[in-house]
């Protein structure tokens, strides 16, 4: 039974991943704030995340980033991670943050189940739609030096945060 953890904090895209992905077999989960998804994974180790791109106080693009640095040092399970991109030209950041698929807003049932169904099984998947504004827009940007948590003054100290309310079955 596939475990699905969706971090968005609109309720429409909750209705959308429900109704396309939801079935006996699947539990969808869903926290409203990417800086929850930690914890969450930690609390029911989905097999997929996915990630809206505009949410709350951590994106996810921040927070597809803070999971592959969380897995880097063994802190959480490798986990397969879906963006809904809001446009196709966010491409590149989805490479960027090494996400294993994304699908361009808005998106349709099929779509959002292909990808689902590709990165359970362990394949990357690309939407199709994003290669509308050309290839520029799919070339791999240069690397840029490694994320130093150090010199980021946002950083937050966990025992600083507020309790979160995590993760609600949907």
């Given at each position: 039974?596939?475990?699905?953890?969706?971090?968005?904090?609109?309720?429409?895209?909750?209705?959308?991943?429900?109704?396309?992905?939801?079935?006996?077999?699947?539990?969808?989960?869903?926290?409203?704030?990417?800086?929850?998804v930690?914890?969450?994974?930690?609390?029911?180790?989905?097999?997929?995340?996915?990630?809206?791109?505009?949410?709350?106080?951590?994106?996810?693009?921040?927070?597809?980033?803070?999971?592959?640095?969380?897995?880097?040092?063994?802190?959480?399970?490798?986990?397969?991670v879906?963006?809904?991109?809001?446009?196709?030209?966010?491409?590149?950041?989805?490479?960027?943050?090494?996400?294993?698929?994304?699908?361009?807003?808005?998106?349709?049932?099929?779509?959002?189940?292909?990808?689902?169904?590709?990165?359970?099984?362990?394949?990357?998947?690309?939407?199709?739609?994003?290669?509308?504004g050309?290839?520029?827009?799919?070339?791999?940007?240069?690397?840029?030096?490694?994320?130093?948590?150090?010199?980021?003054?946002?950083?937050?100290?966990?025992?600083?945060?507020?309790?979160?309310?995590?993760?609600?079955?949907?």
């Amino acid at each position: 039974m596939p475990t699905i953890l969706l971090a968005t904090d609109a309720d429409w895209i909750l209705d959308e991943v429900d109704a396309a992905l939801s079935d006996g077999d699947t539990t969808v989960f869903r926290v409203r704030e990417g800086i929850d998804v930690l914890q969450a994974i930690e609390q029911i180790s989905p097999e997929l995340v996915i990630l809206d791109e505009q949410i709350g106080n951590m994106g996810g693009i921040a927070a597809c980033m803070a999971i592959r640095n969380a897995e880097s040092v063994d802190r959480i399970p490798i986990t397969a991670v879906l963006l809904l991109l809001d446009r196709a030209h966010d491409v590149f950041l989805a490479r960027r943050c090494e996400a294993d698929g994304f699908v361009v807003k808005p998106f349709d049932s099929i779509r959002l189940r292909r990808a689902a169904s590709a990165l359970l099984a362990g394949e990357a998947f690309e939407d199709s739609i994003a290669g509308i504004g050309g290839s520029d827009i799919m070339a791999e940007p240069e690397p840029e030096p490694a994320f130093d948590p150090a010199d980021d003054a946002a950083v937050v100290d966990a025992a600083d945060a507020a309790e979160p309310d995590l993760p609600v079955q949907v």
